[in-house]
């Protein structure tokens, strides 16, 4: 390259890609000073890394070594990320160049969105719910105590945008998994097809269509928590118990479930159960922190 192209330098970067190495590779040049654009094709950084459990060759947990460069790139002042977006073209020579991105839209304002989900459940590119008339309505059995339940629920949602989410948390609150003819009912007051209700019910973790406990018993088996006994853990639960991982006691109040991540690898090995994470715990504290929960409930 001659001296002349060197002397009209622009101090930006673009990184192009999200994943794992664009994170860290723009990290690294806002490091030493300078601009970065972050050019991501899909909603959101992580790439492939995102969906894995561990990472080869350390066994390590995929969101452990993400979250904290995902935490940096939120916060860095030099960097810009520009998600749903693709490069054009470019013009220019190394050092000196200009490009030109095409970002789809997201159709809300970026810079004002706090998550808080409104805009999905007010979104009217949907498909149209429609109720099944009355006339075409198959019978469903249903206990009365299940039948009011299920309508006290639906009742406070009718006539409000966006409910089926709060509908099914609801009823997974109330039975802690969802019975065939219960998502059948729903579907059928609803108008949502039963298939779009068992997709949901079947991909997020905290339902179920099988009989759960009252209490789900998750014990970690990340690697840092295995390294330190998560495993003799799990066989302690299991004797205490008298039931295998994904099996639920006989008076439904545990269900002993094995995950692979915590988020609290300080406290390992650690147990999540009701609603509080038990950390450091040695194989002896099992049978008490079940017994302690258990009189809880009875009490």
């Not at 019978?139 to 099914?168: H, N, Q, S």
Request: net charge neutral; with cysteine; proline share 5%.
């Amino acid at each position: 390259m001659s001296d002349d192209t060197r002397t009209d330098r622009i101090g930006a970067a673009l990184v192009v890609g999200g994943g794992i190495g664009g994170m860290q590779a723009a990290l690294d040049l806002a490091g030493a000073g300078i601009k970065v654009y972050l050019v991501e094709q899909k909603a959101g950084v992580g790439g492939v890394m995102a969906q894995l459990d561990k990472t080869f060759p350390t066994n390590d947990c995929a969101m452990c070594t993400m979250a904290p460069r995902l935490a940096d790139l939120s916060r860095h002042k030099d960097i810009e990320l520009l998600t749903l977006a693709e490069v054009d073209h470019i013009e220019g020579h190394a050092g000196n160049f200009s490009v030109t991105v095409r970002k789809r839209p997201r159709y809300v304002d970026e810079a004002k969105c706090t998550g808080c989900g409104t805009c999905v459940a007010n979104c009217p590119v949907r498909y149209r719910v429609q109720p099944i008339p009355d006339e075409r309505r198959e019978p469903i059995e249903l206990a009365p105590d299940v039948r009011t339940a299920v309508t006290e629920i639906l009742g406070r949602w009718k006539g409000k945008a966006g409910p089926l989410m709060p509908i099914l948390q609801e009823v997974n609150a109330r039975f802690n998994y969802f019975p065939e003819e219960v998502l059948r009912f729903i579907a059928r007051e609803t108008g949502h097809p039963l298939t779009h209700l068992y997709r949901i019910a079947t991909f997020y973790s905290a339902f179920s269509i099988t009989p759960r406990g009252k209490f789900t018993i998750n014990v970690c088996m990340g690697t840092t928590c295995y390294v330190r006994g998560s495993e003799r853990l799990m066989e302690k639960f299991t004797n205490v118990l008298g039931v295998g991982v994904d099996e639920t006691t006989p008076d439904r109040l545990f269900t002993l479930k094995s995950v692979r991540c915590l988020g609290c690898c300080g406290l390992a090995p650690a147990v999540a159960m009701a609603n509080e994470v038990h950390g450091k715990l040695a194989v002896n504290d099992v049978a008490r922190i079940v017994e302690q929960c258990g009189k809880g409930e009875a009490a």
